[in-house]
């Protein structure tokens, strides 16, 4: 490493089977294994990785638990072994009725140091591959918070999946400090472009690393399938790391003293003329 701010970070990647929680926890914890004998600093994985709730209408209700609860337990007791921090979301019974499509953010303490909730909800009615169309605000609540967590790899911020379509996300959490943007993703298949092109974006725009964690394959009983393709973005926006199409774990080491030579040399942030984006925050 060039700098002095090395470090490894890694994506799990994995089908989560709907009705078989506790062998797709087990396979994950597994996977996190291979990451933390990587000498990972950061490990993510994928958005609902736990069960993705797809197969009926009411069978996220039985994959939710609390946060804190008994898988994040678990991951706890990972992230002390390995020193790392595990971030990757799950549905979060947050009492009352009310759930989330929630990323804890699991810190080589065992604590939780950090909690994001999904804040762009995928809802797709429209969508004929997908029938009868996926609307996920009729499951969970949207969050309504963009934080940006310090820790003693780098400043994290948190996002899931269709987020990756909204741009200011990671504007915003850049402008507050991001280094290191993560995404758990279930991103649908085809859209194997949509995926690739956006990470590259996200990465290239704000000059940062980005680390996205994506489902794999077809889950059998609903039948959606998924692009996979977890890959690590450097702040130039090029791919050095992607996930074979498989279930495994992607890794690689980064120079995060990359940020501020790639912001030195073109200072993008520094150089926005927020007076003429007028549109942007209200909706119209």
Known sequence: MSGHRGTVVSAVQITALDGDKNATVEKVLRLIDVAGARGSSVCVLPELWTGLGF??????????????????????????????FIAGSMYEDAGNGDYYNTVPLISPNGEISGRYRKTHLFDA????????????????????????????????????????????????????????LVCASAFLSPRYDHWEFFLRARAAENQCFVVASGQYGKEPKSGLGFVGRSMIVDPWGV?????????GVVSASIDLDLIQTVR???????????ELYKSIGPRS
């Open 55 to 84: 197969s009926d209408e009411t069978i996220y209700r039985e994959i939710a638990e609390p946060i804190p609860g008994p898988v994040t337990a678990m991951l706890a007791e990972k992230a002390r072994r390995y020193g790392m």
């Open 125 to 180: 009615p429209n969508r004929t591959d997908i029938p009868p169309g996926i609307i996920e605000s009729k499951k969970v609540k949207p969050g309504n918070t963009l934080d940006v967590y310090s820790t003693d790899v780098a400043r994290i911020g948190l996002s899931v999946c269709s987020d990756l379509r909204f741009p200011e996300v990671y504007r915003e959490m850049a402008l507050n400090g991001a280094e290191i």
């Open 264 to 274: 030195h040399r073109y200072p993008l942030l520094q150089q926005r003329r927020p």
């Open 239 to 247: 791919v050095v790391a992607t996930a074979s199409d498989d279930e």
